[in-house]
């Protein structure tokens, strides 16, 4: 599976990190407030209603069931106050109803650990080993090895990101029916097999951590570049995959992948208020201000990259190590793109991906000239993985732009455009064209 990669291939921009907190005003009618409120919060109102039911397919089916609660009582009762809060109780009532009416309401009374009636949550564990956050055991749960690698991915997505089976199939470079087919087979097996809703222990965990990883990883990849809609950016997944990296570096300090994985996303979050302009209009990373990157969250980064240890690198290590490059470089001119080129090269040996080829293209034609580079992006055009990916001739075209082949530049940025579900990438592409 190749994912999409967030350093070299730095074409676009997104949006930056914000807070899930509150709504603000939509602009748009209550159904519009409703359904941007359940794409925010969906995953916690999920979580938490796994929690009571101890099944990931019907706590995602009665998030559903709140979402049709708030489109039918907000236009008359108006927009509650804390709307996830609302949506999180209504699901909540109704997964204890559900319960209630179970013939095993005794035995999930007694796994819940506590009175099903509102009231706080529970203390912190003596164990240190173990932790109280229901958004990770949804991802332990949904990363089980009883589902294939492709399926944990998809369902994780969809349960913890709220991501439709269109941007999950964009994310997985893949069709929509594949992914749908994936997410309803995941949740079956998962019931079927009685996956118990928990962060798992010992060898468990660490078999399944390269997984959570990976969903952590395209999480934060779908927030920092979406892959569709007005937004550069969905904040409220970046800031869940933050939040998850950092802690499952608490929960478990002595993976080096954990820590690259935290470094990476601290580094590539840190870009953001400079990669997008007065109107939100994308700034490309050579265009970019570093004076107003984030010094704190690169101080972070390159703190969790030192935790990482010294090596061999895994890839979240290696892309981290290439995030670095740049924060450090004060100019863009001072970037060490022979560096970045290496550690491509030794991320595509580890981790052969063509997207990661598409990347270390970009890297050599900084460090040896477009000639160089647009040599390797020709070798990928006839690669099955990157037909639609609008990152291809995105690439090809500056690259024919830096030799001066003008007509074909445009051509190519106009390719890329129609491939783009993302309108302010595409106002970009399109942009580049006519001054191409």
Not at 10 to 15: E, N
Not at 235 to 253: K, N, Q
Not at 374 to 379: E, S, T
Request: glycine share 8%; aromatic share 4%.
């Amino acid at each position: 599976m190749a994912v999409t990669g967030t350093d070299a291939v730095d074409t676009t921009g997104a949006s930056g990190v914000g807070s899930a907190g509150g709504t603000g005003s939509t602009g748009g009618t209550t159904a519009e407030t409703v359904e941007t409120v359940f794409r925010i919060e969906s995953a916690r109102i999920t979580a938490a209603a796994a929690r009571v039911v101890r099944d990931v397919g019907l706590a995602e089916e009665i998030a559903q069931d709140a979402l049709v609660a708030a489109l039918e009582q907000w236009p008359e009762s108006g927009v509650p106050e804390r709307p996830g809060a609302w949506l999180t109780a209504v699901a909540k009532r109704r997964a204890i109803d559900l319960v209630r009416r179970g013939e095993t309401y005794a035995r999930k009374l007694a796994e819940v650990g506590r009175t099903l009636e509102d009231t706080p949550p529970p203390p912190e564990p003596a164990d240190p080993d173990d932790i109280d956050d229901d958004l990770l055991r949804l991802v332990f749960t949904a990363c089980h090895p009883v589902l294939s690698t492709e399926a944990r991915t998809a369902l994780t997505l969809r349960l913890l990101g709220g991501l439709t089976t269109q941007e999950i199939a964009r994310a997985f470079l893949t069709s929509e029916a594949t992914v749908a087919q994936r997410i309803v087979r995941a949740k079956r097996k998962l019931a079927a097999a009685g996956v118990p809703f928990e962060v798992p222990y010992g060898e468990d965990r660490a078999g399944r951590l390269s997984s959570v990883l990976e969903v952590v990883y395209l999480v934060f990849n779908e927030g920092y570049s979406a892959t569709a809609g007005d937004d550069l950016c969905r904040p409220a997944l970046c800031e869940d995959a933050l939040r998850l990296a950092r802690v499952l570096e608490g929960l478990m300090p002595g993976e080096p992948e954990v820590h690259g994985l935290a470094a990476l996303l601290e580094l590539q979050a840190s870009r953001v208020p400079a990669r997008t302009g007065p109107g939100g209009e994308p700034v490309l990373l050579a265009d970019q201000n570093r004076a107003r990157w984030n010094r704190m969250l690169i101080l972070r980064g390159l703190e969790a990259l030192r935790r990482a240890g010294e090596g061999p690198y895994g890839p979240y290590c290696l892309q981290a190590a290439i995030a670095a490059c740049h924060a450090r470089a004060v100019r863009y001119e001072d970037t060490d793109w022979a560096v970045i080129a290496a550690l491509y090269g030794r991320l595509a040996a580890l981790t052969p991906s063509p997207v990661v080829e598409l990347n270390r293209a970009v890297a050599v034609s900084m460090a040896e000239g477009p000639e160089a580079g647009l040599g390797l992006v020709d070798a990928l055009t006839d690669e099955p993985a990157l037909r639609g990916y609008h990152l291809l001739p995105s690439v090809r075209g500056d690259l024919l732009e830096r030799l001066g082949r003008a007509e074909e530049a445009r051509a190519e940025f106009e390719r890329a455009a129609s491939l783009t579900h993302n309108e302010r990438e595409r106002e970009l592409l399109l942009g580049r064209a006519r001054r191409s």
